[in-house]
């Protein structure tokens, strides 16, 4: 089966066929990694390649720090003003879509939220051209979504900022290169190009630490998670350590250069089917289309569900659109391969055929 969840997402079935070799017997210790102490030399190794092998992909410097915390991105949604706001007097947010949309309300609860440009006018289907957004004077941060998971819209390009930009790359990141310096934060939730849900990676530069408001619940202090190596309390060992053999196959895959290229054909093989029919489409303007999720509709809702089954019937699931969004959305993450999209092509082209 080809799995199009948006999260938790599919994983690379090697890492799954490696993790149920090595899970329950690590090394032949006669231990699974989930009984380990994070203390022990064993997870510490674990813990510190994995945290290497990241910032290898990404090619992360020293003068920024890795954290692996809890909570996933929705944690950061807090984390980050209750860590940064201090350092200006408003916090400026872009509004692509329903996540930026959950960044911007729970930051509301810590500090002045000013959004700096909506996408609301054009429902939500393209993304803002920076000339017309509205930053403040005196921001501790811009914060944007490079990737809404949900409508499939997305940045192909980095905003400009004098204020450090942060960024929630919980369904772009390790898809193809960025350009970490241009950043103050980075925050992804781990469930989808990362490994198992349960763990969320936050990659700061190490001046922003210490500046955090002085009622920052402890564990969420990006100065403190730093100074201990990210074992402040105790990680999440288990899903710290499949996100480890995530990277280790995502460096055998040629990295996240080599990445892209294949997520791009992917993408392209599916809005091409989207774009070449009467029967699919996709309103998401050209220059702003998610290479990771792709929602379309049929032409008539009422085959939604007949659409559904099928799919799942021929081994394609999880294509229903996020509940609020309705219609189809295909994830089209790393772990899932090109062969897949080929085979949702072919069941589209087939469905349309019978249906349309
Ligand atoms: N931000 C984006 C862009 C997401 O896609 C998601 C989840 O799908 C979240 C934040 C929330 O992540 P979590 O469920 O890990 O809190």
Redesign the pocket.
Same mark, same amino acid.
């Given at each position: 089966v080809f799995n199009f969840c +948006?999260?938790p997402a599919a994983l690379p079935t090697q890492v799954l066929a490696e993790a149920q070799e090595q899970l329950l017997d690590w090394n032949g210790r006669g231990l699974s990694v989930m009984e380990m102490s994070h203390r022990s030399p064993e997870f510490v190794s674990i813990a510190a390649e994995a945290e290497q092998d990241f910032r290898d992909l990404l090619d992360i410097g020293d003068e920024y720090a890795v954290l692996f915390v809890h @909570? @996933? +991105?929705? $944690? =950061?949604?807090a984390s980050l003003p209750l860590n940064l706001s201090a350092m200006g007097e408003r916090v400026d947010y872009v509004d692509t879509g329903l996540?930026s949309q &959950? +960044?911007i309300k729970e930051a509301a609860r810590y500090a002045d939220v000013n959004v700096v440009v909506t996408a609301e006018q054009n429902q939500f289907t393209e993304v803002p051209e920076q000339k017309i957004w509205r930053c403040s004077d005196k921001a501790a941060y811009l914060h944007y !979504?490079p990737?809404? !998971?949900?409508n499939g819209v997305a940045f192909e390009w980095v905003p400009e900022s004098d204020v450090p930009l942060v960024a929630?790359?919980?369904?772009?990141i390790l898809s193809g290169p960025i350009d970490v310096t241009r950043f103050g934060v980075i925050y +992804? @939730? $781990? =469930? &989808?190009n990362i490994g198992p $849900?349960g763990l $969320?990676i936050v990659i700061v530069k190490k001046e922003l630490l210490g500046k955090a408001r002085q009622d920052i619940p402890t564990c969420m202090s990006y100065k403190v998670v730093a100074d201990n190596h990210s074992m402040y309390n105790t990680p999440p060992t288990l899903a710290w350590y499949l996100s480890g053999l995530v990277f280790k196959w995502v460096k055998a895959q040629g990295g996240v250069a080599a990445m892209e290229l294949v997520n791009r054909r992917k993408a392209a093989k599916l809005y091409n089917a989207i774009d070449s029919s009467d029967f699919y489409s996709n309103t998401v303007a050209v220059n702003s289309r998610s290479l990771m999720n792709v929602p379309f509709t049929l032409s008539d809702d009422r085959l939604n569900s007949l659409f559904v089954s099928q799919a799942e019937e021929s081994g394609l699931l999880n294509l229903a659109g996020h509940r609020t969004a309705g219609g189809m959305r295909a994830s089209i993450y790393n772990a899932v391969p090109e062969a897949a999209v080929d085979a949702l092509v072919e069941f589209m082209s087939v469905f349309e055929r019978d249906n349309g």
């Open positions: +948006a999260g @909570g @996933g +991105a929705s $944690a =950061q949604f996540w &959950k +960044a !979504t990737n809404e !998971t949900i929630d790359m919980s369904s772009v +992804a @939730g $781990a =469930q &989808k $849900a $969320a």
